[in-house]
């Protein structure tokens, strides 16, 4: 406990995670040592660029990568719950203590909800089935749950709609009913990859503030993964930031913003607009890397403006360089 009584401790640690594709002429090193810790009631966002593992350690923690030809190598994801912590690395991704947390203790949001969303099924049956196979209710008490969270998510009309198929609902519509279907078990753990990617910057600014909101309600964690600086700025407590694989910076989301030391995130930085700034967008020279690659020291010293020799010979460990900013860079060795 902290000196305020808030339970400080993370609810969920990622150690040295390693998910690895084992391809016919080459091996994908997606995630290649991850360290994460995500606090309670607390939101962490991940930001890189697209091919820098993200959604890869997100369906990582979920135990849904496909196996063959991906398998998690390395590592540990490591549960903190009521008193014992579960390495959700070694379960049995087909076993029952994985289906009981997925979806029940961790729940995700996907980055395109027409494919999630099985189209043979109302949107009601849907998150009713959540409920009945995680609470063991009927399925009575199940329909009666799955409108009340077509309520909390703010769908208009929810008694219509929750008889209704996903392609009978707009874009934003199906990204609240994903949210309404994650949440329906009140996970501790809610993880969202890219949820406003495909939507209209109106409808995003909507579907975060519900989600905002929502937290709040619910007490979860989340796991925000963007490329969106703009919705970090908005949502996060902490920020990660991925470079082919790794973490790169870890910090307060403030810190990031205000301090950034890694160069890769000043640059992602430098490359967003912000209202009011006159200096002109400095965009990343280069592309990220293909995680095929053997690189024997820092992934980003390419493209890197303070590379050193160094660099390309060793790669820096993740250091805490202040108080709870850790970084991965020669810079602060």
């Known amino acids: ?81 009521d008193g014992e912590v579960v390495d959700i690395a070694k379960l049995d991704p087909r076993g029952p203590e994985i289906r009981e947390i997925r979806g029940g203790e961790i729940a995700m949001v996907f980055q395109e909800p027409m494919t999630s969303l099985n189209p043979l099924y109302t949107i009601g049956s849907q998150i009713a089935e959540a409920v009945e196979l995680h609470q063991k209710v009927s399925h009575k008490e199940a329909m009666e749950r799955a409108l009340e969270m077509l309520r909390k998510v703010q769908i208009a009309d929810p008694e219509r709609r929750i008889h209704e198929y996903p392609h009978q609902l707009s874009g934003g519509m199906r990204q609240r009913v994903m949210i309404a279907l994650a949440l329906s078990c009140n996970p501790s753990i809610l993880i969202a990859d890219e949820p406003t990617t495909a939507l209209d910057v109106t409808v995003q600014a909507q579907i975060l503030d519900l989600m905002r909101q929502l937290q709040e309600d619910f007490g979860s964690s989340i796991i925000m993964i963007t490329h969106n600086l703009g919705v970090i700025s908005q949502m996060a407590d902490d920020v990660a930031v991925m470079y082919l694989g790794k973490v790169v910076e870890h910090a307060d989301v403030r810190e990031v913003f205000h301090n950034p030391l890694h160069p890769y995130t000043v640059g992602l930085l430098n490359s967003i607009p912000v209202f009011g700034r006159k200096k002109q967008l400095v965009p990343i020279k280069g592309m990220v890397p293909t995680p095929t690659e053997e690189i024997p020291g820092c992934a980003f010293a390419p493209r890197c403006p303070k590379a050193m020799p160094i660099c390309s010979q060793e790669h820096p460990t993740l250091k805490e360089v202040q108080p709870g900013h850790w970084v991965s860079c020669w810079l602060y060795a």
């Open 1 to 81: 406990m902290g000196s305020n009584g808030v339970d400080e401790s993370p609810i969920l640690e990622v150690k040295g995670l390693k998910t690895y594709f084992f391809l016919d002429n080459a091996t994908v090193r997606a995630v290649d040592g991850v360290d994460l810790i995500l606090g309670r009631k607390k939101v962490l966002g991940v930001v890189g660029e697209s091919g820098c593992g993200k959604s890869v350690t997100a369906m990582s923690i979920m135990r849904l990568v496909q196996s063959p030809p991906g398998k998690i190598v390395d590592g540990s994801i490591l549960l903190h719950r």
